[in-house]
């Protein structure tokens, strides 16, 4: 996707110099600044601070981080043991994206089969490549089905603007490129349908008021940026047409954990009688897991992140400043679970399928193995 009218995407690996790029995500929308990782560990460190982030990009993270380890392991005295332990640290870096999970297994069970050390880095590189480049081709279908659905509301509009609510950012920074819940947009605003997106901002970190509403103002996609709180109210007063977000882990019944603050905009939805759609690739299927409500742990992270925000003083450098005295209590949940009750599809790359067992597990697949 653009920045300044240049082609991007959020991770590229670099076969020669063994390394791989990153856009900092941190830094966005004040700086754009692009950095170069050398170690699997450092990828890990970026996953964890989260330099680099959104559930599908952390699962090609993982699988890159596999391939670094696997340049490391030759200097090593143990290099089984050296790969077997970075695995499970990549493996532990975020708990809720079950696609760190899945990238991670599949790239290290290809390595685990070939016998020689020196063939690793090139096994691992091709398949995180492959994988990746799969990936890729999912939002883009993602997006072909989503458009769909935009154009059917845009038909029964009769033209007008079609309102698009979106929460966090499934866009193509949390993707590698298109993005999920954005690749709809994208592509109907590209093939001329008026669209206009209503993006939360997203506390505690601001993924949307950040990272969503740089994308669209890159993409020149009309936008506003509201709170958290606002969705409700809009959707009250008919200014808005449909919901699309992301998800971080999807359970075999439809159950959806998507950044904290999902499940509200869903209950509004359901009580505006709107429609709510969760765009994902397969990959972000947990098939293991039943259910989603009361089974997915989620993940709380530092305080910090409630107390402490950052954006751009004056001089126009970026400044931290602490919202509330620092010894107040607080607490940091990062996702919560959308009951599949309150779904009315899943946009996935083998096309919309309906928020419940049945439909879900058609999706499974023999890709990758599983
Ligand atoms: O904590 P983050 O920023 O990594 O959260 C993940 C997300 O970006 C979202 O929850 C998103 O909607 C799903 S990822 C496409």
Not at 17 to 35: G, Y
Not at 53 to 74: H, S
Not at 233 to 255: F, K, P, S, Y
Request: positive net charge; contains cysteine; aromatic residues 10%.
């Amino acid at each position: 996707m653009h920045v300044k009218g240049k082609n991007y995407r959020a991770i590229r690996a670099d076969k020669k110099n063994k390394s791989v790029r990153i856009i900092n995500q941190l830094k966005i929308p004040f700086e754009f600044e692009i950095i170069e990782i050398n170690s699997y560990s450092e990828l890990v460190n970026a996953i964890k601070d989260m330099r680099l982030r959104g559930a599908p990009l952390i699962g090609v993270a993982g699988a890159y981080a596999v391939w670094l380890a696997c340049v490391e392991a030759i200097d090593n005295k143990n290099p089984q043991k050296f790969l077997k332990d970075a695995f499970k640290n990549i493996i532990t870096a975020r708990p809720t994206a079950v696609n760190l999970k899945f990238a991670t297994c599949y790239i290290y069970n290809k390595v685990l089969i070939e016998k020689n050390f020196s063939n690793w880095e090139n096994v691992a590189y091709k398949f995180a490549n492959e994988y990746y480049e799969n990936e890729i081709d999912s939002f883009r279908k993602i997006g072909e089905y989503g458009l769909e659905i935009i154009k059917q509301i845009a038909k029964q509009k009769k033209g007008k603007v079609v309102n698009i609510l979106t929460h966090c950012n499934a866009g193509w920074l949390a993707c590698g490129d298109y993005g999920t819940a954005t690749s709809p947009i994208y592509l109907a605003h590209q093939n001329g349908i008026k669209v206009h997106v209503w993006v939360d901002e997203t506390r505690p970190r601001f993924q949307g008021a950040k990272l969503t509403a740089w994308e669209m103002y890159n993409e020149k996609v009309p936008f506003t940026v509201i709170t958290d709180n606002t969705g409700g109210h809009i959707m009250q007063q008919g200014l808005v047409d449909i919901v699309i977000v992301g998800a971080d882990r999807v359970a075999a019944n439809g159950d959806v954990a998507n950044k904290i603050g999902t499940y509200l905009k869903a209950l509004a939805a359901f009580d505006n009688k709107l429609p709510f759609y969760v765009a994902l690739p397969v990959s972000t299927i947990d098939f293991n897991l039943k259910q989603g409500v009361g089974e997915i742990v989620i993940e709380k992270r530092s305080t910090d992140e409630v107390v402490i925000i950052d954006g751009i003083s004056n001089k126009e450098k970026i400044q931290q400043i602490n919202l509330m005295p620092k010894n107040y209590n607080s607490e940091n949940y990062a996702f919560d679970v959308t009951p599949n009750r309150l779904i009315t599809g899943i946009i996935t790359e083998k096309g919309v399928v309906k928020a419940n067992f049945k439909e879900i597990i058609k999706l499974k697949s023999n890709m990758y193995g599983r």
